[in-house]
């Protein structure tokens, strides 16, 4: 009974011993722990970006500045008639497109340039658009207004610009001349944009050789007619001189 009592209390001696050296131990880990949180916090604070009001200021700064801008460019912004007279007497090339927001109809002679109630003479002057997904020049010269695409280039009276749409008469042209070339086959010497059955058409004019009365070698000029309104442009006539049925395939 003794030696029971003995050894309970040296586990008692023991463990109160082992209290009293782990006390100190949590202590400071508890210390570290917070030193550590602590140290945490301040980084997340230093590496945090702006706060949400400082970000809704600078989106306001932002779009004031974008109001300024607006209202600068408000200012300067010439008025349709002189924005006009800008685009066809300072600059030698234009996009069709230029012309949506000054003029709803631009009317297109040689030398000459209508835009609603606006007429300029003596005009020079290059308009870039598109036929049949290709892109072509419009050209007004001094005596002459063309189409112009690649090293075709076809005569025309008059055009109107409308929309970036290019009509002759009532009716838009679709088909680039470089299209109705191909489908003719031939090459022309000389193609001409007219109205057949009240639509515009591209008149290709080519030659071929021939015999007169079987005996003699001409040149025979043809004329190759292709509707120009559709923009698949399709054969529609063949033109020949009066004479033509008097002349044979010429043969080597």
Same mark, same amino acid.
């Given at each position: 009974?003794?030696?029971?009592?003995?050894?309970?209390?040296?586990? $008692?001696?023991? %463990?109160?011993?082992?209290?009293?050296?782990?006390?100190?131990?949590?202590?400071? $880990?508890?210390? $570290?722990?917070?030193?550590?949180?602590?140290?945490?916090?301040?980084?997340?604070?230093?590496?945090?970006?702006?706060?949400?009001?400082?970000? /809704?200021?600078?989106?306001?700064?932002? *779009?004031?500045?974008?109001?300024?801008?607006?209202?600068?460019?408000? @200012?300067?912004?010439?008025?349709?008639?002189?924005?006009?007279?800008?685009?066809? /007497?300072?600059? @030698?090339?234009?996009?069709?497109?230029? %012309?949506?927001?000054?003029?709803?109809?631009?009317?297109?002679?040689?030398?000459?340039?209508?835009?609603?109630?606006?007429?300029?003479?003596?005009?020079?002057?290059?308009?870039?658009?598109?036929?049949?997904?290709?892109?072509?020049?419009?050209?007004?010269?001094?005596?002459?207004?063309?189409?112009?695409?690649?090293? !075709?280039?076809?005569?025309?009276? =008059?055009?109107?610009?409308? =929309?970036?749409?290019?009509?002759?008469?009532?009716?838009?042209?679709?088909?680039?001349? @470089?299209?109705?070339? =191909?489908?003719?086959?031939?090459?022309?010497?000389?193609?001409?944009?007219?109205?057949?059955? @009240?639509?515009?058409?591209?008149?290709?004019?080519?030659?071929? *050789?021939?015999?007169?009365?079987?005996?003699?070698?001409?040149?025979?000029?043809?004329?190759?007619?292709?509707?120009?309104?559709?923009?698949?442009?399709?054969?529609? /006539?063949? /033109?020949?001189?009066? !004479?033509?049925?008097?002349?044979?395939?010429?043969?080597?």
């Amino acid at each position: 009974m003794a030696m029971k009592t003995k050894i309970i209390l040296q586990l $008692c001696t023991a %463990f109160f011993v082992l209290a009293l050296v782990a006390s100190p131990i949590t202590a400071e $880990c508890g210390t $570290c722990a917070a030193k550590a949180a602590a140290a945490q916090t301040a980084n997340a604070q230093q590496v945090e970006g702006p706060s949400l009001e400082e970000l /809704r200021n600078a989106v306001t700064g932002l *779009q004031a500045q974008q109001m300024n801008m607006d209202a600068l460019l408000e @200012g300067i912004r010439l008025p349709p008639e002189e924005a006009l007279q800008e685009v066809v /007497r300072n600059r @030698g090339e234009v996009q069709a497109g230029m %012309f949506r927001n000054l003029a709803q109809n631009v009317q297109l002679r040689a030398g000459e340039l209508k835009a609603d109630n606006q007429t300029f003479e003596n005009v020079r002057l290059r308009i870039s658009t598109r036929l049949s997904s290709r892109d072509v020049n419009i050209e007004i010269g001094a005596d002459d207004l063309s189409i112009v695409d690649a090293q !075709w280039r076809v005569r025309a009276r =008059e055009l109107v610009l409308n =929309e970036s749409r290019l009509f002759y008469g009532n009716h838009e042209i679709m088909a680039a001349p @470089g299209r109705a070339v =191909e489908v003719a086959g031939v090459t022309p010497d000389e193609i001409e944009l007219t109205l057949e059955d @009240g639509k515009p058409a591209y008149a290709l004019r080519y030659r071929v *050789q021939r015999k007169l009365f079987g005996l003699f070698d001409v040149a025979v000029t043809k004329t190759a007619v292709l509707d120009a309104s559709q923009t698949s442009p399709a054969l529609t /006539r063949e /033109r020949t001189p009066f !004479w033509y049925f008097l002349t044979t395939e010429a043969t080597e």
